[in-house]
């Protein structure tokens, strides 16, 4: 496994649809834990593959951090997620909202936009459908923590990042850091790609 570098804000990448996934091979498995070691690296709790570069609709949730954050509701995810560790990944391939319910805000923060956070507002829970990491298909709802991270990464790989939902006031007050992150000015733990034009 191989620690990846992730792609700051200004990145074209972000800014871009990742395609489906056809098929289960050997270069998805390898970028599926290469993903897994990032996002632990990086103390993420959810990673898309635009963020390390890769137009693949792939997503990766650290469910030992959501279980954690979400121990006193009881829920429990423990089918179609792998262990690296000992830490629960969700594995998500070609992920689609397929309902939405509600309204919740709740912070937000991404990897790709290091120090910044902001209230965003979404659907409070979700129906989706992906492949897991044996190609099998999946339905599952939920709501809480869980069904934000996966909005947030969904949007990912469409190319949306969450401060496009901010009120412009808002937005005008993050400009110095958003053009700082840009140029590659910030103190981030993990590998770093700047400005990238992919
Ligand atoms: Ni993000």
Not at 9 to 25: E, M, N, T, Y
Not at 111 to 128: F, G, K, Q
């Amino acid at each position: 496994m191989a620690i990846l570098p992730i792609y700051l804000f200004g990145s074209s990448v972000l800014r871009k649809k990742a395609k489906p996934v056809d098929q289960l091979d050997n270069a998805l498995i390898k970028l599926v834990y290469d993903m897994t070691e990032t996002m632990h690296k990086a103390h993420g709790i959810g990673l898309a593959a635009n963020q390390v570069g890769e137009l693949r609709q792939v997503i990766v949730v650290d469910m030992t951090a959501v279980e954690e954050s979400e121990r006193e509701e009881g829920n429990d995810h423990e089918e179609s997620s792998v262990k690296v560790k000992e830490r629960k990944t969700l594995v998500l391939i070609n992920p689609e909202i397929l309902s939405k319910g509600g309204t919740f805000t709740m912070e937000e923060g991404c990897l790709s936009i290091p120090e910044v956070r902001a209230d965003v507002t979404r659907p409070e829970s979700i129906r989706l459908k992906f492949k897991d990491v044996n190609f099998n298909e999946v339905e599952l709802e939920t709501g809480g923590l869980l069904a934000r991270v996966l909005q947030h990464e969904v949007d990912h790989l469409k190319g949306i990042l969450f401060i496009d939902y901010l009120s412009k006031l808002k937005r005008a007050s993050l400009k110095s850091t958003l053009r700082a992150i840009e140029k590659g000015e910030v103190d981030a733990s993990y590998p770093i790609v700047v400005g990238a034009e992919a």
